[in-house]
Structures are given as C-alpha cells and as structure tokens.
C-alpha cells in the first residue's frame, strides 16, 4: 500500500489529453513539493516534472503538473504512442522523514 | 553530460552482504546530496536511503532500516549502498539518483540501475 494514490492504469487515444492523479496528505503532498517521473522497461526513471509544475528542460509542454491542496496530477496533452509508461508521482514526507512514491500509474495508448 | 553508474549487483544467498557503487562523473559531487531507489520484479518505484552532500543526515525506508546503510567518499566521486542481512524481498533493480533539494524527492538524474537477486 502506497503512502501516495494513484490509479493503476489510464488510457487515451493519440491526440487526446489525459490526466492522472496523486493523492496525499498534508504531511507530504499538502507541505511539500511533487515531482513526477517516467518509467519505461529496461531504462532509467526519466524526471518529468519537479516542483508540482515545473518541467526539466528537454521536456515537451505536452507535459503539465499541478498541485492543490493534498493532491497533485500530471496532464499529457496532444498524447503519443511513445506516451506508453509507467508514470510515478513522488515526495517528502514530514511525519515519516522519506520520500513516498505512488503505485505508478500504467498509461496505455489506444 | 553528467553521469551516474551503478555496479556492484549479482547473486547472493538470502542473509549474506553486498555493496553497491554509485560512480559520478561531470558535475560537483561533493554539492549533492543522492538518493537510492529500486524496483523489485513486477512492483513501482520503491526509495531506499538518501545521504545529504556532506553525509551529515541520511535517512531509510522502514523495510531496510538497520539493514543498509548509504554512505559516501566524495574524494572518490562515490555514492555506496552497504546492504546486510538481505532477504528476498530486496531483489530489485537499484537506482542511484541526484538530489536537487533537500527533503524534496527532487532526483533530476538517474542512472541505468543494477540488478540484485537475492536467491538460495
């Protein structure tokens, strides 16, 4: 059981916008910053967005984040097949003192 | 660009001992602080241990607390995962990551992770 939610699986066809979800509490989401990262099989989690909204340079503005309150999502907008992953919301807990990751959230191109 | 490589992954019986290595290269080691995170079989992202740049403060998940231990040498460029009493459960791919902020889950650098399987 992940300390933050996310659904297990989205999907969306090419073109499309989808969001996925990350929710917390005010000891992690709700106090600190999220950041979402990208995983494909075999290669190295890839950072997608850190501070809630930012994006690293080399990230396409197809990709948005977003923070309220104890939650927190990532919008993929103008969606591509080689969207398929997995995606991962991330952050500090205060209570805990670690970082909690979500459950990752499987994006599946139609 | 900059770079991290773990080594250090392989077989070993449940209980026994292995460390990691984390070699960084093109950029100041000594002004980050890093993180270990792994993925075991078929599961998400897990994070194991962070180390602040200087190793003054590290802090572990609860399922490898006082079992691993991070550690650094950053005359060597060097981040390591001490990884005792090892069990079943900690076979994962484990990855070293840059930290950007303190107490952020920040990690803008990773690298491609090595394999630990922990079998009799």
């Known amino acids: 059981q992940s300390v933050l939610t996310q659904p297990p699986s989205a999907s969306g066809t090419p073109g499309q916008k989808v969001t996925i979800s990350c929710s917390g509490s005010s000891s992690n989401i709700g106090s600190n910053i999220v950041n979402w990262y990208r995983l494909l099989p075999g290669t190295a989690p890839k950072l997608l967005i850190y501070s809630n909204n930012q994006r690293p340079s080399g990230v396409p503005d197809r990709f948005s984040g977003s923070r309220s309150g104890t939650s927190a999502s990532l919008a993929i907008s103008g969606l591509q097949s080689e969207d398929e992953a997995d995606y991962y919301c991330a952050a500090w807990d205060d209570s805990l003192n670690v970082v909690v990751f979500g459950g990752g959230t499987k994006l599946t191109v139609l | 660009q900059v770079q991290l490589v773990e080594s250090g992954g392989g077989v070993v019986q449940p209980g026994r001992s292995l460390r990691l290595s984390c070699a960084a290269s093109?950029?100041?080691?000594?002004?980050?602080?890093m993180h270990w995170v792994r993925q075991a079989p078929g599961k998400g992202l897990e994070w194991v241990a962070v180390?602040?740049?200087?190793?003054?403060?590290?802090y572990y998940a609860d399922s490898v607390k006082g079992r691993f231990t991070i550690s650094r040498d950053n005359s060597k460029n060097t981040l390591y995962l001490q990884m005792n009493s090892l069990r079943a459960e900690d076979t994962a791919v484990y990855y070293c990551?840059?930290?950007?902020?303190?107490?952020?889950?920040?990690?803008?650098?990773w690298g491609k992770g090595t394999t630990v399987t922990v079998s009799s």
């Open positions: 990551a840059r930290d950007m902020a303190e107490y952020s889950a920040y990690m803008d650098v």
């Open positions: 093109r950029f100041t080691f000594s002004s980050y602080g």
């Open positions: 180390i602040w740049y200087d190793g003054s403060k590290k």
